[in-house]
């Protein structure tokens, strides 16, 4: 069997699904996620990404765990002062032994990415260096109790397409839960192929309400080019 | 191909619910539609839940019998793939 | 609004895949008081979809693996692990003796005591469930809105609960359904309407797409016509 008797265990309950079998479950495996932003969602986003099965964890987050916004849904007080990578990374190993889960190191060649940008700006920025790489990505942005999970396969219309702006709340920790699991739900389905058209979307969050939306091009981006195209997954 | 030869042979009887049905939605995934996959089962839960699950999913059991030249407690169930499974290919 | 929230309490029925993101988020906003309760056990097949367990918790009782961890990451909350069964000798006390109920279950028994329970003790719901790819939300605001007998008049018959085979669920679904429970909680305990008050949310995680569903009450819903009589539960 490819998938050995701990992980048919550990991954019972979602092998069971249409679309989430033996084959989604080694792709999830297989894949390599740079998860990077420093903004609220990281933790959560990474959390449910370990539980999945996501076979390497790369957190790209170069603060220290300080109180307040960011913590408490992965790390507690006795992390304070800690490098964030490591400490987020020791949690989806307590979380997951079968994943591996490190901080990111320059060299290191993810497969896609979960941006959760601690600013616009930031994931915007991101973004556009894994649109340059051709990596899937899925950005989360947090905006006051809810935000925007944006999916951008391989070719697809860019981030920056797909924004527009947000009431600028400040990002709360239910929104970085909220958004969090979001966008890892929406990278877990776009590397398995589990969802279903369209693909390239954005959903929002506004007052609990979920909203998708297609994303299209804007015209006379850079997506649109030739290194846009990108090669086949 | 003759259909009522099982062209693969699963043994779950180490196994609890979800995993037994798991492991034998595995092994149908991976077997042509209208071949037969063979499952050992203990009696009781998994006995009760894999053939009913199997049928749910869109599976046909062939057979469902004790077994006990294979051990005490054991049944034999033949389950027949049923059409596509909805899951991504097998690359 | 964290000023506020530290006098509330809020209890959180079921400790798992939606109950563990749902305490998560009224702890980080500073609920005062959560109740949580579990009567199960941490399994493997629980892992790939609950933040209060990791491995270390493989075989402790949830109620107080949940309690400890949520103690560990929000020391300012009071929390009370409960390690019992939501059943018609426990519910009024429980329901009573909090300001919002979040039914987190995971199955139909219970989530129609919850309903009948917090209607006639006059305590806000925020029910949620997740099935495969689909998630649903409905708050229930009793004798203003609609609550689940006004949607649905009794439990599925036995046997047409599903089997093993019908119940995948996506970790991170769950987690994303847990969240949103966890803040229409919050605006329920902070004083605002709930956005899932009135009308069932459905959210399916393969499109996407969410659909709304209005609910009024029902004339003629035994539970909102102020007859409080508890369901009976089997077993």
């Given amino acids: ?233 | 191909m003759n259909p009522l030869v099982p062209v693969a042979r699963l043994d779950v009887r180490a196994h609890a619910c979800p995993v037994t049905w798991v492991k034998a939605r595995i092994a149908l995934s991976r077997i042509g539609e209208g071949e037969v996959l063979e499952v050992l089962l203990r009696d009781g839960e998994p006995r009760e839940n894999v053939p009913r699950s199997a049928e749910e999913d869109g599976h046909r059991v062939m057979r469902l019998e004790p077994a006990p030249e294979e051990g005490e407690g054991t049944w034999r169930a033949w389950l027949v793939r049923g059409a596509s499974m909805e899951d991504r290919a097998w690359p | 609004m964290a000023g506020l929230l530290s006098g509330k309490s809020a209890l959180v029925i079921g400790a798992g895949g939606l109950g563990g993101p749902v305490a998560l988020t009224l702890a980080a906003a500073g609920v005062g008081r959560l109740v949580v309760l579990d009567e199960d056990e941490v399994e493997t097949s629980n892992l790939n979809r609950q933040p209060l367990f990791g491995e270390a918790d493989l075989g402790r009782r949830k109620a107080g693996a949940a309690a400890e961890r949520i103690a560990l990451l929000h020391p300012s909350v009071r929390v009370e692990g409960r390690d019992l069964r939501f059943g018609p000798e426990s519910a009024e006390d429980l329901v009573r003796g909090c300001d919002v109920v979040v039914d987190a279950s995971d199955n139909f028994a219970t989530r129609f005591l919850a309903n009948d329970v917090t209607v006639a003790a006059r305590r806000p719901l925020v029910h949620g469930a997740v099935l495969r790819y689909t998630a649903q939300f409905l708050t229930v605001m009793p004798g203003k809105t609609g609550c689940l007998r006004c949607l649905f008049e009794a439990p599925p018959a036995e046997g047409t609960v599903p089997t093993c085979a019908q119940a995948g669920v996506l970790g991170a679904l769950a987690g994303f359904a847990g969240a949103l429970m966890g803040a229409e909680a919050l605006r329920i305990l902070s004083g605002e309407r709930g956005a899932y008050a009135g009308r069932l949310v459905a959210f399916d995680a393969r499109s996407g797409r969410s659909r709304l569903v209005p609910l009024r009450i029902r004339a003629g819903c035994p539970v909102c016509s102020g007859v409080a009589a508890a369901s009976q539960v089997p077993g």
């Fill in chain 1, 1 to 233: 069997m490819a998938l050995s008797d701990a992980e048919v265990g550990r991954y019972a309950r979602q092998l069971l699904l249409p679309g989430m079998g033996e084959a989604a479950q080694v792709i999830l495996r297989e894949a390599r996620v740079r998860v990077t932003g420093g903004g609220i969602a990281l933790a959560p986003a990474m959390y449910y990404l370990a539980a999945a099965g996501v076979g390497t964890l790369w957190i790209d987050d170069p603060d220290e765990v300080k109180p307040g916004a960011g913590a408490g849904f992965a790390l507690g007080p006795a992390d304070l002062g800690r490098p964030r990578g490591a400490a987020l990374a020791e949690f989806a190993r307590r979380a997951n032994g079968l994943v591996v889960a490190d901080p990111f190191r320059p060299g290191s060649r993810p497969t896609a990415l979960l941006i959760c940008g601690a600013s616009l700006d930031v994931s915007r920025a991101i973004a556009d260096e894994a649109r340059l790489l051709q990596l899937p990505h899925v950005v989360a942005d947090v905006d006051g109790q809810g935000g925007a999970a944006t999916s951008v396969p391989l070719g697809a219309p860019c981030y920056s397409c797909a924004t527009r702006p947000g009431l600028g709340a400040a990002p709360t920790a239910e929104g970085g839960a909220t958004v969090g699991a979001l966008a890892a739900l929406e990278l877990i389905l776009l590397l398995t192929g589990a969802s279903l058209e369209p693909r390239a979307r954005r959903i929002e969050v506004f007052r609990g309400t979920p909203l998708m939306r297609a994303t299209t091009r804007q015209p006379g981006c850079a997506c649109a080019g030739p290194a846009a195209a990108g090669l086949a997954p």
